[in-house]
């Protein structure tokens, strides 16, 4: 009798998406699930928030916006729900919503998740709590006004990371295409400025065509975040560019 094949599974998050997905689906039936970044940078709140913020405009009003990047998961971190004048925000209260509460147009409302669901993994919170809460809020299901015994409203200024830049000069994402994508908006550049990494300076460019195949070049990328290309070649090798890298604003 021949032995079975050994199945061999290669670890990675559709394991855990897809489990978190099976929630949504259940629990909101008939409502649109879109992946936005699942595959943000590892436990790298900081890096996330800035993407969120940059990457959430573009999406229809009252979209609810499940943000699990969530290293202390278990620990003494919050599970929060965030209300701005478009969307709702769910996830842990690290940090991921502050570029967000920062540059709201108008006020935000925030509470503190007190609801549990009866079974509850110590270490996967995305599918167990954050999740059904969210289906919850896309069902129409929340208390728009105050709270009650499933959400306590709070000021914002609980989830606050005041010590944050409003912009940060960092490599937060880069894509398979090797395109590194900073946390600093296009607009925090002045007239003859651009980036540098590694010591390097960066020509500034409108898109790839302005510059020869195997230029390195950065520009404003179509959510307004300055990233860093290499025409048909890939800019995260060009200077051992990986995220958390730091990026300066240098002169021309």
Known sequence: ?????????????????????????????????V????????????????????????????????????????GNRSPVVLRT???????????????????ASASVSTWIIRWRPKKL?????????????????????FPRQGGNKDFESVSPEVLRRQDWPDDLAEIVY???????ITGLRSSTLQRGQTLAVNGKTILLAKTFTSVAPGDMFCYENSNGLMEIAVNKGRGSDVVGIEVGAAVEIAEL
């Open 174 to 180: 880069i894509d398979h295409f090797g395109n590194t």
């Open 121 to 141: 993994s110590e270490t996967f919170h995305g599918r167990d709590l954050f999740a059904p809460v969210a289906a919850r809020i896309a069902r129409g299901d």
């Open 35 to 74: 992946d936005l970044f699942s595959d943000a940078p590892t436990c790298d709140p900081k890096a996330s928030a800035y993407l969120l913020a940059a990457y959430s405009s573009g999406f229809p009003e009252n979209c609810v916006f499940l943000s699990v990047v969530d290293p202390g998961v278990g």
């Open 85 to 103: 004048a478009d969307h709702w925000f769910v996830g842990p209260d690290n940090g991921l919503f502050e570029p967000l509460i920062r540059r």
């Open 1 to 33: 009798m021949r032995d079975r094949p050994v199945q061999r599974f290669r670890p990675g998050r559709p394991l855990y998406i897809g489990q978190v997905k099976a929630v949504l689906y259940k629990d909101a039936p008939g409502v649109p699930v």
